[in-house]
């Protein structure tokens, strides 16, 4: 399993991703998530992926080789990041078509997703999540993460504390919490964390970051996070019994 997510506002975009793989509860391992694709000056695109992994990486690889070798269509080709998001669907279609028949037979899933972000000249930022089935989903102002893997315990903060009008920085604090919550509730999601934040308009990527286990900011993140949840939950009111004059209505005979 992993956690990866994509939060994009006014200002540009964050990207995140644990690196942690397992094949079993006695074969855990860590391979990258995130990868960066961007022309410096051209345009900004970035990658994150999850689910089976011999997928992903053969769909990485082949548009990889597709760039490398100038094919006449590849990544770097698109017009838009829309068709870049369509084109990385069309790769998921074409491995899972080639190894299909033999996946299935074992019954191993073969699913997976990718988040596409970044920002080509003439548009504006712009945040894809790419289905297993090829199609795909923008973010909005109105929802402006997406999120693939495990992605209910990094949720609620996401929902509680993300806008549209966020500050960038604030972003990446948020989505580094997001991941470490998670990281918390399942040991299937774990470091290091990769992260990216692209700021609208530059067309290259200038801030990334990785944080191993035991990284200091990592635990004093969680260790100022954890206090801060627990004096919120002890300051909340107690809750007044008898306020309710119909509770009785609530019983059941």
């Avoid at 990592?218 to 100022?224: E, I, P, T």
């Amino acid at each position: 399993m992993t956690y990866c997510l994509g939060v994009i506002n006014r200002s540009g975009l964050v990207i995140a991703a644990d690196s942690r793989t397992n094949a079993g509860v006695d074969y855990i391992s860590a391979y990258r998530k995130l990868f960066d694709f961007s022309l410096p000056g051209e345009r900004a695109v970035i990658l994150c992926t999850s689910g089976n992994l011999a997928v992903t990486q053969s769909i990485l690889t082949i548009i990889e080789r597709e760039i490398k070798e100038g094919f006449a269509v590849n990544l770097h080709t698109q017009k838009t990041l829309y068709d870049t998001a369509c084109y990385i669907g069309d790769k998921i279609r074409q491995v899972q078509d080639r190894d299909r028949t033999w996946l299935e037979r074992d019954g191993i899933d073969f699913q997976c997703n990718f988040l596409v972000g970044g920002q080509i000249k003439g548009e504006a930022p712009q945040l894809y999540l790419v289905y297993a089935q090829g199609n795909c989903i923008q973010a909005t102002p109105e929802t402006p993460f997406l999120q693939i893997g495990e992605t209910k315990y990094g949720k609620p903060i996401l929902d509680r504390t993300l806008r549209f009008e966020t500050d960038l920085d604030a972003v990446a604090k948020c989505a580094l919490l997001s991941i470490d919550s998670t990281m918390k509730s399942n040991l299937s999601v774990g470091p290091p964390i990769n992260l990216i934040m692209y700021e609208r308009d530059t067309f290259t990527v200038r801030h990334r970051l990785q944080l191993r286990l035991g990284s200091p900011y990592l635990a004093k993140m969680r260790k100022l996070w954890e206090e801060s949840l627990r004096h919120a939950f002890l300051t909340m009111p107690n809750l007044e019994w008898d306020m309710d004059d119909n509770a009785d209505d609530i019983l059941i005979d």
